[in-house]
T-cell receptor
Framework: DAMVIQNPRYQVTQFGKPVTLSCSQT?????MYWYQQKSSQAPKLLFH???????NEADTPDNFQSRRPNTSFCFLDIRSPGLGDAAMYLC?????????????FGPGTRLTVT | AQSVTQLDSQVPVFEEAPVELRCNYS??????LFWYVQYPNQGLQLLLK??????LVKGINGFEAEFNKSQTSFHLRKPSVHISDTAEYFC????????????FGKGTLLTVNP
């Protein structure tokens, strides 16, 4: 089945130690999104790629970066994680040309910062 | 700008009872509406969507929602819930066109008790 895959599902990192989360998709969608979701809150969009074009949300901290080396893969880099960055990170995709831009979500990576 | 209001942050119900989760949106243009479900430590799964046409939309797991343009609402309903329906439910909207980002409500935690 076509899907969005996130690895790892659980990640523990130390305060200030860089960490990378990965997302891959077999849907061949051209738009990929990264969301941060804290406990009992709605997902918060961090940034997205429209093809190779990177679009940062205005309130996304500089500590968060992203890379998209090809259509299938997208990475979230947290350069110096703080305790406040502990959250669930969700990757999603959608396809241009589907006017509703329905988003398909991966299972998420839960990040713990110690 | 578009916004989504989920009027109830928590809805407790007994098994086999009917349930309605409320969602209101504000937008100056036509919108596309979605309900997503999130089980603990999982990503978001699409329950149903309204794009156009019939205002009564049927989704997975026996859920349905009705789009009411005059009341700018998109309430989610199920006639008889199961313990397994316990989850967080998010209403979301986008305007399509060049604005393909989703705006989420804050979520409603549905707890089904035996």
């Amino acid at each position: 089945d076509a899907m969005v895959i996130q690895n790892p599902r659980y990640q523990v990192t130390q305060f200030g130690k860089p960490v990378t989360l990965s997302c891959s998709q077999t849907l061949n969608h051209n738009v990929m999104y990264w969301y941060q979701q804290k406990s009992s809150q709605a997902p918060k969009l961090l940034f997205h790629y429209y093809d190779k074009d990177f679009n940062n949300e205005a309130d996304t901290p500089d500590n968060f970066q992203s890379r998209r080396p090809n259509t299938s893969f997208c990475f979230l880099d947290i350069r110096s994680p703080g305790l406040g960055d502990a959250a669930m990170y969700l990757c999603a995709t959608s396809r241009d040309g589907t006017f509703s831009y329905e988003q398909y979500f991966g299972p998420g990576t839960r990040l713990t910062v110690t | 700008a578009q916004s989504v209001t989920q009027l109830d942050s928590q809805v407790p119900v007994f098994e086999e009872a009917p349930v309605e989760l409320r969602c209101n949106y504000s937008s100056s243009v036509s919108v596309y509406l979605f309900w997503y479900v999130q089980y603990p430590n999982q990503g978001l799964q699409l329950l149903l969507k309204y794009l156009s046409g019939s205002t009564l939309v049927k989704g997975i797991n026996g859920f349905e929602a009705e789009f009411n343009k005059s009341q700018t609402s998109f309430h989610l309903r199920k006639p008889s819930v199961h313990i397994s329906d316990t989850a967080e439910y998010f209403c979301a909207v986008n305007q399509g066109g060049s604005n393909y980002k989703l705006t989420f409500g804050k979520g409603t935690l549905l707890t089904v008790n035996p």
